[in-house]
């Protein structure tokens, strides 16, 4: 109602004749330009329909020119899923490297929906390998055999690992780029594409990282996640030293260690 209160009808294309008892649209201009009932329309705006439709209501935020923040806010108090179908912007690289930073000697970086690491610390560098700006977790973990050496389990985690992506690229079944990525990975890695198809999911949040580097003993973590707004679509990940496991003084010793573009993991320790 407030934001009906808000839109001239001249902005929607109706014609502005005379004076009205109330600023705004009328209730039977919104159900007529949004192609619902009035009626429906009016119990809608009370609050008294029950299982609304989505599509009817991004159609009444397309006539109160509603934004995607309004039409999402929309959604939510209709009870109906309201997920960004894309992330509509990203931060630049640089201004993320405080938050990454902040967690050394632990790994940490930032990724995209995509599992695209936008921004990570030097011992997420090191103990990932990661020697370029293009990185993307999931394509490196059934692809790179410097990355499948990291995990003295890779077969047994690989399963968590698919079922936690998907878990994740279920939030965004609007983006073609993510499933033009799949598509390519499927067609490369016969191992991914056996995974994809069983269609297991799993929470992202957090769960044990054992990892080994050439430089150090065995690496045992606490893997957690923490995110940023939907809006933005990313998410930190930082790896935790679980105490007692030597893990904490492996770390240090990494940390003398620097990350050479082109050079091989194993070449670099030595």
């Given amino acids: 109602m407030a934001r009906r209160a808000q839109v001239p009808p001249s902005r929607v294309g109706l014609p502005d004749a005379g004076k009205r008892r109330t600023p705004g649209l009328r209730r039977e201009e919104v159900a007529l330009l949004a192609g619902v009932g009035v009626s429906w329309y009016t119990w809608i ?3 008294r329909a029950e299982n609304v439709s989505g599509e009817v209501l991004d159609s009444i935020a397309r006539v109160l020119m509603l934004n995607d923040n309004q039409r999402l806010y929309l959604r939510h108090l209709a009870g109906v899923q309201a997920n960004y179908p894309v992330p509509m912007t990203t931060p630049k690289a640089e201004n993320l490297q405080p938050f990454v930073d902040n967690w050394s000697p632990n790994p940490a970086y930032i990724a995209d929906h995509r599992w695209n690491v936008v921004i990570a610390n030097e011992a997420a560098r090191i103990l990932l390998g990661i020697r370029s700006e293009r990185y993307n977790v999931l394509e490196e973990f059934f692809t790179s055999k410097h990355v499948r050496a990291a995990y003295p389990a890779w077969e047994q985690i690989a399963p968590s690992v698919v ?5 994740r690229a279920a939030q965004h079944t ?3 780029e993510l499933q033009a990525m799949v598509e390519a990975l499927a067609s490369t890695s016969p191992r991914f ?3 994809w198809e069983q269609r297991d999911v799993m929470e992202d949040s957090c769960g044990p990282e054992y990892l080994t580097h050439p430089a150090t003993d065995d690496l045992h973590f606490t893997r957690t996640a923490l ?3 939907q809006r933005i679509a990313l998410r930190m990940t930082v790896y935790l030293p679980v105490p007692g496991t030597g893990t904490e003084a492996a770390l240090r010793r990494l940390s003398h260690l620097t990350v050479t ?3 091989d993991v194993m070449e670099e320790a030595r």
């Avoid at 079922?163 to 878990?167: K, Q, V």
């Fill in 174 to 176: 609007g983006d073609k």
């Fill in 261 to 263: 573009p082109g050079l």
């Fill in 227 to 229: 995110d940023f707004t």
């Fill in 163 to 167: 079922a936690r992506f998907r878990s």
């Fill in 193 to 195: 594409a056996e995974l």
């Fill in 45 to 47: 705006e009370q609050g």
